[in-house]
């Protein structure tokens, strides 16, 4: 079975005076999907969902939405749901006259208006509130009901801008539970835009990391977390341990990196590095194991060095390692272990060659 593409861009570039903020933007999204913009501020995120919401018109390139042009239709013949980071609720309207707003433009009848409002607030758990007004709402209700709004007309594609960024952490959390619930059971092709890495990792079925309106990467979550494809993805998506040094060698898939703190070896992926070369080099703390005693493992990277600091963080502890050249995050997981490690105390650390990351280093300071 072929896949049907809802929604490609081609080439799309959009300038603000000299400024380039969207630069060579090309992706084909399937249906069904939930495509996610990642990237700090600033980077374009708004700027493309703007064109693709026929807002703003590209300077070049073409957008297709279910394989037909759309360049130059206006945002109303576009088939969209749409809900922004301010929740854009009419205030003067109740809960189910802003529901019923996008049905009511396109005629349909009262009984049927009534049965799809009906329906979708019950699919954002909220049909009790039909009748208050959004002042009467809190935030997450106030955004449900956004979300209830943008689904209503049963839209070919749903564009998120960070709908979840004015909610405290818990109900952030719990709408983003919602929202993928909703986007699973709906199947709308959706596109969601945040720099909340966490979120984007939990909802997507791709991302696109973005930066300074260049595409660094689009791919699975896995893929991005796993095989970043760039300096600027890794440190971008999860917390990651730097040091520096320079390729000693680089034979049968395997690196030598010399480093202030002693020889660091990496399995080789596709990195373009040669020997000579100053590298930045990367280990997630989530990898590296720590232990009291040399354990004298073979095979794997070795770092002696001093606890600092450790901090109790409920499902994992976290352990500052002096090693003399660097400090070194260590994510401790089993929680059920009593990581009694004083400041001070001696402990090694081991990681594989396979979780050690390797980036060109673009300055050559240190
Ligand atoms: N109408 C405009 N005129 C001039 N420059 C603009 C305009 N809109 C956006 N920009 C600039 O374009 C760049 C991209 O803006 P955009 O709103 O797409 O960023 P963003 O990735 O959505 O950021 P944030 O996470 O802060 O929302 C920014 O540098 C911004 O200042
Ligand atoms: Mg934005």
């Known amino acids: 079975m072929s896949k049907q593409i809802d929604v490609e861009l081609k080439n799309i570039q959009k300038k603000f005076g000299a400024n380039i903020v969207v630069d060579r933007f090309d992706i084909q999204i399937e249906k069904g999907e939930c495509v996610t913009f990642l990237g700090p501020s600033g980077c374009g995120k708004t700027t493309t969902l703007n064109m693709i919401a026929g807002f703003l018109e590209p300077d070049q390139g073409e957008l297709y939405i279910k394989g ?161 494809a760039s300096e600027f993805v890794h440190t971008f998506i999860g917390k990651s341990n730097r040091m520096t040094g320079t390729v000693e060698s ?21 990195q373009q590095v040669s020997a000579g070369e100053a590298v930045s080099i990367y280990v997630r703390p989530e990898t590296i194991a720590l232990y009291t005693e040399d354990r004298g493992t073979a095979d794997v990277n070795r770092m002696k060095g001093t606890v600092k600091l450790t901090s109790f963080l409920g499902a994992h502890t976290e352990c500052e390692v002096e090693t003399g050249s660097f400090t070194v995050t260590v994510r401790l997981h089993d929680a059920r272990q009593n990581f009694t490690l004083a400041s001070g105390q001696q402990v090694y650390l081991e990681w594989s060659p396979e979780d050690v990351f390797v980036f060109p280093r673009e300055d050559e300071g240190q």
């Open 250 to 270: 680089s034979s049968n898939g395997a690196l030598l990196l010399k480093t202030d703190a002693g020889t660091i070896r990496a399995a080789s992926r596709d």
């Open 68 to 228: 037909k042009r759309m360049n130059g239709v206006p945002s109303n013949k576009r088939d969209l749901g749409m809900v922004f980071q301010t929740y854009s609720l009419f205030p003067h309207m109740t809960v189910f006259e802003n529901v019923a707003y996008g049905l009511k433009l396109r005629k349909v009848p009262k009984a049927e208006i009534a049965d799809k409002v009906n329906k979708v607030l019950g699919i954002v758990k909220l049909p009790h509130l039909a009748d208050r007004y959004p002042k009467q709402l809190s935030g997450g209700q106030r955004q449900r009901i956004a979300i209830a709004r943008a689904l209503v007309t049963e839209p070919s594609l749903l564009l998120l801008d960070e709908p979840l960024s004015n909610l405290d952490a818990k109900l952030r959390e719990e709408l983003r539970d919602e929202m993928k619930r909703l986007q699973q059971e709906i199947g709308v092709t959706t596109i969601f835009v945040t720099h909340d890495q966490e979120e984007a990792l939990y909802l997507s079925s791709r991302i696109v990391v973005l930066n300074h309106g260049k595409v660094e990467q689009i791919g699975t979550p896995w893929d991005i977390y796993n095989r970043p």
